[in-house]
Structure formats: C-alpha cells, structure tokens
C-alpha cells in the first residue's frame, strides 16, 4: 500500500471511527431521555439535556473533517459516495439527539406519569426505536447493506406502535389530562416515531454507500372526485395512466355515480390512445384504501367537504373548475394541462 493510500485509508477510518462515536453518545442520550420520562428522573432529563452540546460539538468537528477529506483526497466514485452519505448521517444522528432533549424537556416537566395503556404502547414503541436505531448504528460500523437493509423494514412496526398510542390518547377517559398534558404526550410519541424514521434514513445513507443504489420513491397517489364519475375523472385517470404512470397512481369516485362512462368519453379516449380498462364509475367510500391513502384529492366542480369523511392527515385537496357546455376535446387539453401541472408540483419535472 502506497503511502497516499495509507493516509486516505487512515482518515476514512477516523471518520467511520468518529462517526461511530456520535451514534453511541446520541443512543446513550436517547436511552436516558426515555428512561427519564418514564421514571420521572428530573436529574436524568436535565443530564440528558446538557449531554447534548458534546454531541453538537462533536457534529461541527466532523462537518469539518469530512469538507476536509474531499479538498485533500478529492475522492471519486465509493470514497466520494461514503463522504456524501456521511455528512448526510452526522445530521440525521444530531436530529436524534435533538429529539432526546425535546423527550427529556417534556420528562422534567411532566406532572402525571404516564400510565394505563399509554404508558404500555409509548414503552414498547420506544423500545423498538432505540432497538432500530442500535441496529442501524451496527449496520454503519460493518458498513453492511444487507443489515441495513432488514433494518429498514422495522420502522413499520414502529409506527403502528405511534398510532397505538395515539388512539390511546384520544379515548376518553375518566381522569382527563389537561391540554398541555395531551400536547406533551403526543410531543413525546412524535419524538419516537421520528428516530425510527431517521434510522431509517440512515440505513438508507449505508446502502447508498455500500451500493450506489438509492431510495426508489413511491409512486405519489392522486384521487380524482366529481358526481357522476364518468367523464372528466375517468379521463384524468386516463391520462394519468399514460403519460404519468411512472410516478402517479390514480383513482376515481363519484357522489352519485352512474352505471358506465359516457359515450363522449368512450369516443375520445379511443382517438387519443388512451387505455379505458377497468375504468368504470364508482362510488365514493371514505372508508376505503384508496381514500385513506391519496396524497392529494382533486375535486372537480365540488369542494371535497361535498363528499363527506375526513382528509387523512398528510393529504391536501384542490379544487378544479371545469365548464359543463366545453366539448370532450376542450375538457381533454384543460385536464391535460391541470395534470401535467399537479405531477410537476408534487413530483417534479420527468428526468427527476
């Protein structure tokens, strides 16, 4: 081994070795933080707190010494790819570590413990993220993809425990919290949940690494909502299915739906190409999968609230205006534009 390759050698082995470090003193926090809110350890929390500036400290040094790697060794190809990846964990692991102060800040203030079936789900759900977390940390320091990537399949888990807890939250119950009681709860639960999600990123980063391989992102699904479902939907579908289909699933749904598309409808799809398999009005059922996992609901003619049910959390809805006397060719270009102009938005231009 030259003594160029010595020198790179030794100081990506410092880097991992450093690295490696953060991630036991942020597991070490966590594990307090936890333990603290559980136990109402008001000297644990405050401990926890103050332990994190070492952390931050330790995150600014490694900042530099990677910006330092790449002007001195100027790496290529696997090197440049652990740099990258490691500079993306320091920041992932210095989140976790930020969400062992906010756990430890709600665990010195906290005037009721937790209890009851709350108290059993938080305990098992942060169970299973520190229990993820430790997994990914051992995944870094073999730098093993394969790991890294069963690693990645527990936050599922994880996060059914955090609506577990969530429901338990907002049951009734006898002795009533206080809202500030409840904000704190969920602050917590949130907290857990989210060190799942960047161990999962981090497990991502490893892969990346390892592989060159990255995240293959979901197709983003869109659900299209009119009365009758028979035109104007079943071809935004349509042309989400053709020119889109890559990266968009879409869906269909009525108010009142009727019993086939229309004839214009028919007409027009066949002109342009455009696949009509399966596309056949529906009901609108606020209880199904389709509803319950649409990112974004594009009423036409309706506001979303026409149709009953409520939103999931993370979706948004819009609204689309289309003249009812514009001919099918009229109706297709409108659509045409307000899809391309939604893919664009929320999943980019076609070459991302």
């Given at each position: 081994?030259?003594?160029?390759?010595?020198?790179?050698?030794?100081?990506?082995?410092?880097?991992?070795?450093?690295?490696?470090?953060?991630?036991?003193?942020?597991?070490?926090?966590?594990?307090?933080?936890?333990?603290?809110?559980?136990?109402?350890?008001?000297?644990?929390?405050?401990?926890?707190?103050?332990?994190?500036?070492?952390?931050?400290?330790?995150?600014?040094?490694?900042?530099?010494?990677?910006?330092?790697?790449?002007?001195?060794?100027?790496?290529?190809?696997?090197?440049?790819?652990?740099?990258?990846?490691?500079?993306?964990?320091?920041?992932?692991?210095?989140?976790?570590?930020?969400?062992?102060?906010?756990?430890?800040?709600?665990?010195?203030?906290?005037?009721?413990?937790?209890?009851?079936?709350?108290?059993?789900?938080?305990?098992?759900?942060?169970?299973?993220?520190?229990?993820?977390?430790?997994?990914?940390?051992?995944?870094?320091?073999?730098?093993?993809?394969?790991?890294?990537?069963?690693?990645?399949?527990?936050?599922?888990?994880?996060?059914?425990?955090?609506?577990?807890?969530?429901?338990?939250?907002?049951?009734?119950?006898?002795?009533?919290?206080?809202?500030?009681?409840?904000?704190?709860?969920?602050?917590?639960?949130?907290?857990?949940?989210?060190?799942?999600?960047?161990?999962?990123?981090?497990?991502?980063?490893?892969v990346f690494s390892e592989?060159g391989k990255t995240k293959?992102?979901?197709?983003?699904?869109?659900?299209?909502?009119?009365?009758?479902?028979?035109?104007?939907?079943?071809?935004?579908?349509?042309?989400?299915?053709?020119?889109?289909?890559?990266?968009?699933?879409?869906?269909?749904?009525?108010?009142?739906?009727?019993?086939?598309?229309?004839?214009?409808?028919?007409?027009?799809?066949?002109?342009?190409?455009?696949?009509?398999?399966?596309?056949?009005?529906?009901?609108?059922?606020?209880?199904?999968?389709?509803?319950?996992?649409?990112?974004?609901?594009?009423?036409?003619?309706?506001?979303?609230?026409?149709?009953?049910?409520?939103?999931?959390?993370?979706?948004?809805?819009?609204?689309?205006?289309?003249?009812?006397?514009?001919?099918?060719?009229?109706?297709?270009?409108?659509?045409?534009?307000?899809?391309?102009?939604?893919?664009?938005?929320?999943?980019?231009?076609?070459?991302?």
């Open positions: 081994m030259s003594h160029y390759e010595q020198r790179l050698e030794h100081d990506l082995t410092d880097i991992r070795s450093s690295i490696s470090r953060m991630g036991e003193a942020v597991q070490l926090n966590l594990a307090n933080s936890i333990s603290a809110l559980f136990s109402k350890n008001r000297d644990l929390a405050y401990n926890t707190i103050l332990g994190d500036h070492p952390v931050n400290r330790e995150m600014e040094a490694l900042n530099l010494k990677c910006h330092r790697f790449i002007a001195k060794h100027l790496p290529s190809a696997g090197h440049l790819r652990f740099i990258s990846s490691s500079l993306r964990i320091i920041i992932l692991l210095e989140r976790i570590g930020d969400y062992a102060v906010t756990i430890s800040k709600e665990a010195a203030h906290v005037r009721r413990g937790l209890k009851g079936q709350f108290r059993d789900d938080a305990a098992k759900m942060a169970d299973d993220a520190q229990k993820m977390l430790k997994k990914a940390l051992g995944a870094y320091e073999d730098q093993n993809a394969e790991k890294a990537l069963a690693t990645i399949k527990l936050a599922k888990k994880v996060d059914r425990k955090f609506f577990l807890a969530y429901s338990d939250l907002v049951e009734e119950d006898d002795d009533r919290l206080s809202t500030s009681e409840l904000f704190s709860r969920l602050v917590v639960i949130r907290q857990i949940e989210r060190v799942s999600d960047q161990a999962k990123n981090l497990c991502e980063e490893i592989t293959k992102r979901r197709k983003y699904r869109l659900l299209f909502l009119d009365e009758k479902d028979d035109s104007a939907t079943q071809l935004a579908v349509a042309i989400c299915r053709k020119y889109h289909g890559d990266r968009i699933k879409a869906f269909s749904a009525g108010s009142n739906p009727s019993s086939e598309l229309s004839q214009a409808t028919k007409d027009l799809c066949d002109e342009r190409g455009l696949d009509t398999s399966g596309l056949d009005p529906s009901s609108v059922d606020t209880e199904s999968e389709y509803w319950a996992k649409a990112d974004v609901f594009v009423t036409i003619n309706f506001n979303v609230d026409d149709y009953g049910g409520s939103l999931p959390y993370d979706a948004a809805a819009v609204k689309w205006d289309l003249s009812d006397t514009d001919s099918a060719e009229s109706v297709f270009h409108d659509l045409s534009d307000k899809v391309d102009d939604l893919v664009h938005l929320v999943r980019g231009p076609v070459t991302d």
